[in-house]
């Protein structure tokens, strides 16, 4: 259940095309800022999302730096290139016979904000 100041979007997510209106209107709903959900659409339109968020005068957040990168205002999530490098070390563990008990030792430590 949404709460009453929070507008549902569930339906663009899987859209193919995100009209250059929506955040507009969103704007002229009053809406204070959008929180881009993490989703494959929204990554790969990242920039055009960001020009758009940005047009609207909304502060945007988004999961992935990858967002901030292409003119997005801030992010708050985990590092892309860390997770893959991360499990790239965990199959040659894997490949080298390690235990389990040694591959559950190391944890995330943090997930980290970009601006």
Not at 89 to 95: D, M, N
Request: charged content about 20%; aromatic content about 8%.
């Amino acid at each position: 259940m949404l709460p009453s100041c929070a507008t549902d979007v569930t339906s663009i997510s899987r859209s193919s095309v995100l009209p250059p209106e929506y955040l507009q209107a969103l704007s002229n709903e009053h809406v204070q800022a959008v929180i881009v959900l993490v989703d494959g659409m929204f990554f790969q339109e990242r920039k055009r999302i960001a020009q758009l968020a940005a047009s609207a005068r909304l502060p945007a957040v988004y999961g992935f730096r990858e967002h901030v990168d292409a003119g997005g205002l801030i992010s708050y999530g985990v590092n892309l290139a860390d997770n893959f490098r991360r499990a790239a070390t965990y199959v040659v563990k894997i490949l080298k016979g390690a235990t389990w008990a040694v591959m559950r030792s190391r944890r995330i430590r943090s997930a980290r904000s970009s601006t």
